[in-house]
């Protein structure tokens, strides 16, 4: 059945042929009804009549039905049309990490990154008994927020269910784990060693088995012992290049038993303290561009030093953040130092005008300092401090407060009151390689639920004008604030600004709750 951009099938209309797979073509195409964009995966014709390939193509459904996970792309519903199977899933809007690839250098913590969220998934299937079986980097999309999405889960099974026949190997053979070229029992273990190959290929710059044949690269899989990949790019720490030779064991019992194991093993290399670069991957036959100046990974974290009031403050590292409360601070206190001012001299000035006294400097330099403290007051300096004036400065001569008068000797003339500036925060501590892990997890799954939050208001939004209303304006604004303080986050995240980060996700999450409540979720 062709389907040609602009045709209709079921509530879909056909966009454009996003790519074909092992089984099924996938296009891009618009629910006519919500006027949201999906995916439609559709079983190739000469493949119908193969009651093998519909069971798998079922088998598919079934399986991707069962997982909801942040890191795998998700199904939405699966209908028949002229007797075709029809797979609704999510559209990932991005590149493979394939394509990722050829794009520009990763850095090693950005490689290893994308590869723990691929682990994330597939902790997550495999604790359900869902095997991947087809791990590589044209199965795994990266969204413009940097989140990766698990995908094709074409040749997946259940352990329990088996759809092969014996002998037979499914899956990219450039991937494929020796037991899978064997043909014998594949579990979980397959899909690590998969997993390590395609770390292997990003951060050395090639596959660590390759051939001019089929035959040759499949004949390596399973008797080759692969070349060191720090031998390839001596950029590497030695412990990464244990972590990823580990994964690449023959033996399955040789290799980490869990995605968790292998997940937790390379998370000192995911985080914003590393700074080891990733060799070129040769996917493609022109080499890499430079790297461009804004880069995925996360720079060490590094106190910004402002400057200070007076010479009496050292330099003291400060988070850099806005000034603006600081200066209303500022400004504050000198208005309420204005209204003391005029309210303290005043009256004083009148009751000297009316009894003509003469100014305190003229009293004798012989009079005691107690006598003096019980005397008269020095009438104020000529300049009074202005209302506006910065607290950052120098302090003005000022007359004394009325509640400062006994607690100092007085000297001859008017006593200069000192405006004590706002006290700084203490220096920041730098966060924990564990904590900024923990932020970078954070903020991939509200990216994740942000997305989702997304998707439902823009389909309320349509469904409301198809109506000839509006959206409520309180959601608007909720929407609004969502985006700009995950895009916030996402910032500060890049300049390792933790604390403002974690601050810009809190707001974030209060608001997806309160989307989320309104929707119903």
């Known amino acids: 059945m062709a389907f040609e951009p602009g045709k209709r099938v079921g509530d879909y209309e056909v966009i ?49 039905a069962s997982l909801d996970h942040p890191n795998i792309a998700l199904l939405h519903t699966a209908f028949q049309a002229d007797d075709q199977l029809i797979m609704v899933m999510e559209y990932v809007k991005g590149n ?10 990763m850095t090693t913590s950005t490689t290893v990154h994308y590869i723990s969220q691929a682990l994330y998934a597939l902790s997550y299937a495999h604790v359900r008994s869902v095997i991947h079986r087809d791990i590589k980097p044209a199965n795994l999309m990266v969204t413009s927020n940097s989140v990766v999405k698990l995908m094709d889960f074409g040749i997946a099974k259940k352990v329990d269910v088996n759809l092969t026949r014996t002998g037979t190997t499914i899956g990219s053979f450039y ?67 244990a972590i990823i030779l580990k994964a690449l064991a023959k033996d399955p019992a040789e290799r980490f038993q869990t995605a968790d194991a292998f997940r937790d093993a390379l998370k000192p290399f995911c985080t914003a303290t590393q700074t080891y670069s990733a060799a070129p ?34 330099n003291v590292p400060i988070a850099r953040s806005s000034n603006k409360p600081l200066w209303i601070a500022t400004g504050a206190i000198a208005a309420m130092l204005a209204l003391v001012v005029v309210a303290t001299t005043v009256p004083r000035l009148l009751k000297a005008h009316a009894s003509e006294a003469a100014p305190a400097a003229t009293q004798p330099a012989a009079i005691p300092p107690s006598t003096q403290q019980e005397s008269t007051p020095a009438p104020p300096p000529t300049e009074q401090p202005a209302a506006t004036s910065d607290l950052t400065s120098e302090p003005h001569q000022a007359p004394p407060r009325q509640p400062y008068q006994g607690s100092t000797s007085p000297q001859a003339g008017a ?63 909720a929407d609004a604030k969502l985006n700009s303080y995950m895009q916030v986050a996402r910032q500060d995240m890049q300049l390792s600004k933790t604390a403002s980060a974690q601050l810009s996700m809190d707001k974030a999450e209060a608001e997806i709750e309160t989307l989320e409540k309104f929707l119903g979720r």
Not at 34 to 53: G, Q, T, V, W
């Open 96 to 105: 493979t990490l394939e394509q990722r690839a050829c794009l520009s250098p």
């Open 415 to 477: 006593t200069a009151t000192q405006v004590i500036a706002p006290q700084l925060p203490p220096p920041t501590a730098q966060p924990s390689e564990a904590e900024v892990e923990q932020l970078q997890e954070r903020l991939i799954q509200l990216d994740a639920r942000a997305q989702t939050v997304d998707r439902a208001i823009a389909q309320l939004r349509h469904q409301q004008e198809a109506d000839g209303l509006g959206l409520r304006n309180d959601m608007e604004t």
């Open 175 to 241: 991937y494929m784990s020796p037991e899978q070229v064997n043909g014998s029992k594949v579990d979980a273990r397959s899909d690590l060693y998969s997993t390590g190959i395609v770390l292997y290929e990003l951060l050395a710059g090639r596959r660590p088995f390759e051939s001019d044949s089929t035959y040759g690269v499949l004949d390596k899989q399973l008797h080759a012992t692969p070349q060191p990949p720090i031998e390839l790019n001596p950029a590497l720490p030695p412990q990464l290049n």
């Open 281 to 314: 991957t040769t996917f493609a036959a022109p080499a890499p561009p430079p790297p461009p100046p804004q880069s995925t990974d996360y720079p060490p974290f590094q106190p910004v030093s402002m400057p200070q009031p007076n010479a009496a403050s050292p």
């Open 16 to 64: 454009e042929l996003l790519g074909t797979g092992g089984m099924g073509h996938v296009y891009r195409a618009r629910n006519i009804i919500s006027n949201r964009i999906e995916a439609l995966k559709i079983l190739l014709p000469d493949l119908s009549a193969d009651r093998e390939f519909a069971d798998r193509f079922l088998s598919e459904i079934r399986t991707l």
